[in-house]
Nanobody, 123 residues
Framework: QVQLGESGGGLVQTGGSLKLSCAASGLPFSMYSMAWFRQTPGMEREFVAATDWWGTKSEYADSVKGRFTISRDNAKSTLYLQMTSLKSEDTAVYYC????????????????WGHGTQVTVSS
């Protein structure tokens, strides 16, 4: 059974930082590209960042480019998202996802999802 478990969310002030983690089990982690998405109430889940099998290639949404960094540790089967210079518009539930697809930006191409972790940025 595949499980993706996010952690590290919380309440942070504008301009602050948080680091999210996603621990994976039940799948050959190093054989999947991994991604972060986020969702706010009433909105569609949107792409945030993704990285390939070995973490050598990454993509970011324009809204987070230069502020967020995605990384992974295949030995620990864990995905990370370092978030800096946080803004109120970054407030959302953040989900990690695993995909065997070469297309990372669509939630429809994700094979597995975690349950999400809440990030709230307050001013």
């Amino acid at each position: 059974q595949v499980q993706l478990g996010e952690s590290g969310g919380g309440l942070v002030q504008t301009g602050g930082s948080l680091k999210l983690s996603c621990a994976a089990s039940g799948l050959p982690f190093s054989m999947y590209s991994m991604a972060w998405f986020r969702q706010t109430p009433g909105m569609e889940r949107e792409f945030v960042a993704a990285t390939d099998w070995w973490g050598t290639k990454s993509e970011y949404a324009d809204s987070v480019k230069g502020r967020f960094t995605i990384s992974r540790d295949n030995a620990k089967s864990t995905l990370y998202l370092q978030m800096t210079s946080l803004k109120s518009e970054d407030t959302a539930v953040y989900y990690c996802a695993a995909t065997s697809s070469n297309y990372w930006r669509s939630r429809r191409d994700m094979n597995y999802w975690g349950h999400g972790t809440q990030v709230t940025v307050s001013s």
